[in-house]
T-cell receptor, first 114, second 114 residues
Framework: SAVISQKPSRDICQRGTSLTIQCQVD?????MFWYRQQPGQSLTLIAT?????????ESGFVIDKFPISRPNLTFSTLTVSNMSPEDSSIYLC???????????FGPGTRLTVT | AQTVTQSQPEMSVQEAETVTLSCTYD???????LFWYKQPPSRQMILVIR??????QNATENRFSVNFQKAAKSFSLKISDSQLGDAAMYFC???????????FGSGTQLTVLP
């Protein structure tokens, strides 16, 4: 399985500001995913990030609010823009295992917006 | 759209006993995969077990096994000889062979009683 790291692990931000979350993988992967987990809830897919193409966003998520970059096969960033308290969540990145369908997850970023 | 349902928000089990967590799903696809993930308080998502829909044999991983009933669209997780370290939120997840995005259930919080 891949080893995935995320930075920062947690942050407290003021409303109206933006935060960029980094996701680093120890091997090259084709598909990376970004999820949001609101307090006490399950995981919801924000977008799929493939290298060399625009991210594909799920219903209810837009690029202006959650811009994503995928500059190479081992790295991606998710920015949460113009934050409000409703954005307080855990944000997780994941990668698809090569030749399989399961995903492996990073440790998550706990974001609190005040 | 695919849906995954976990009808047990909370479960508890005595240490060393056996517990079964339920999951049902709805899909019109024939090529898909099912997973159980564990999320302890550290919030790290850990893959517990996977099941390919085309396989009739139920998957097992040490103390963890599944009961996959394809016609009933049921996918339950059995944990044998429960340990304190098994305490976590357990998520059932589905992915189709074509779409590649995971769909999660709402989760079951498992408590292991000493």
């Amino acid at each position: 399985s891949a080893v995935i790291s995320q930075k920062p692990s947690r942050d407290i931000c003021q409303r109206g500001t933006s935060l960029t979350i980094q996701c680093q993988v120890d091997s090259q992967v084709t598909m990376m995913f970004w999820y949001r987990q609101q307090p006490g809830q399950s995981l919801t897919l924000i977008a799929t990030a493939n290298q060399g193409s625009e991210a594909t966003y799920e219903s209810g998520f837009v690029i202006d609010k959650f811009p994503i970059s995928r500059p190479n096969l081992t790295f991606s960033t998710l920015t949460v823009s113009n934050m409000s308290p409703e954005d307080s969540s855990i944000y997780l990145c994941s990668v698809e295992a090569l030749g399989a369908y399961e995903q492996y997850f990073g440790p998550g970023t706990r974001l609190t917006v005040t | 759209a695919q849906t995954v349902t976990q009808s047990q928000p909370e479960m508890s089990v005595q240490e060393a006993e056996t517990v079964t967590l339920s999951c049902t799903y709805d899909t019109s696809e024939s090529d898909y995969y099912l997973f159980w993930y564990k999320q302890p308080p550290s919030r790290q998502m850990i893959l517990v077990i996977r099941q390919e829909a085309y396989k009739q044999q139920n998957a097992t991983e040490n103390r963890f096994s599944v009961n996959f009933q394809k016609a009933a669209k049921s996918f339950s997780l059995k944990i044998s000889d429960s340990q304190l370290g098994d305490a976590a939120m357990y998520f059932c997840a589905y992915v189709s062979g074509s779409a590649r995005q995971l769909t999660f259930g709402s989760g079951t919080q498992l408590t292991v009683l000493p």
